[in-house]
């Protein structure tokens, strides 16, 4: 009698062992787990040219265009950006929309996730009332996640703004600017990009902006991508006579070499 009292004591304390085991094992799964991998180096030359065009013919004719380009060079310790966008549209003969956009960054690398840059962008855009835009900011940029899925980057500075407008008086002031672009490679062939910007004035509290673009694009080939975007540019202050919130919508063929 003893000897089985022993016996069933052992299994069930082997039972308990074992289901103890059994437990913690995921737990020691995950924290024997790799972490997440760091993204793979870029390379030191990139380019993208995008293309979008409508037509309609009979009870209404529109022709619509869209045209935006980047150019990416990596020396050492440098990230140079260039990048362009232009849009137009016709309605009946009649010019609607028209605008212009061009930005030159140059990034300096003060350590892994820091950088110091300097930015140039001029903006026009008639229908909106600015004639041209020009604006110089200075600051520094900081990589919040840097992964092979996601990856977010906010940055923050100070310069000055010209602003030439159609009606009203035009805009020369000191200016901030404060700014996030995140990134997720929702699959190998699919990413989903959100770059938003809130700019403003020292000369005036009310006088800010927001532009926001949202894209998703996924890859047709090794060359090809096609690209949905939406653009919101929203001025707090706009021109007078014109409204404060310009929106786009783009679904364009994206060759990348």
Request: glycine share 8%.
């Amino acid at each position: 009698m003893r000897l089985f009292r022993t016996c069933v004591t052992r299994l069930r304390c082997r039972s308990v062992l074992t289901a103890c085991v059994v437990g913690l094992s995921p737990a020691l799964a995950f924290a024997q787990a790799a972490p997440p991998a760091p993204a793979p180096p870029p390379s030191v030359l990139e380019g993208s040219l995008a293309f979008a065009y409508l037509g309609t013919t009979g009870n209404a004719s529109t022709q619509t265009i869209g045209l935006s380009g980047e150019v990416i060079l990596r020396p050492d310790l440098w990230v140079v950006r260039n990048k362009a966008a232009f849009v137009r549209n016709e309605s009946d003969g009649a010019l609607t929309v028209e605008s212009f956009t061009y930005l030159f960054r140059a990034d300096g690398v003060l350590s892994t996730r820091s950088s110091a840059f300097g930015e140039y962008t001029y903006f026009r855009d008639e229908f909106a009332g600015v004639e041209h835009r020009n604006a110089l900011i200075g600051g520094v940029s900081y990589t919040v996640v840097d992964r092979a899925s996601h990856a977010l980057s906010v940055d923050g500075g100070l310069g000055h703004v010209n602003e030439h407008r159609l009606v009203g008086p035009d805009v020369s002031s000191g200016t901030y600017a404060f700014g996030g672009r995140y990134r997720w490679k929702v699959s190998p062939t699919a990413e989903l990009s959100e770059d938003s910007r809130l700019t403003g004035t020292f000369a005036a509290a009310g006088d800010w902006r927001v532009d926001n673009v949202v894209s998703i694009a996924a890859r047709l080939t090794s060359l090809f991508s096609l690209k949905v975007s939406n653009t919101i540019r929203y001025a707090n202050i706009p021109v007078p006579g014109f409204k404060n919130t310009d929106t786009n919508t783009a679904i364009a063929l994206v060759a990348t070499f």
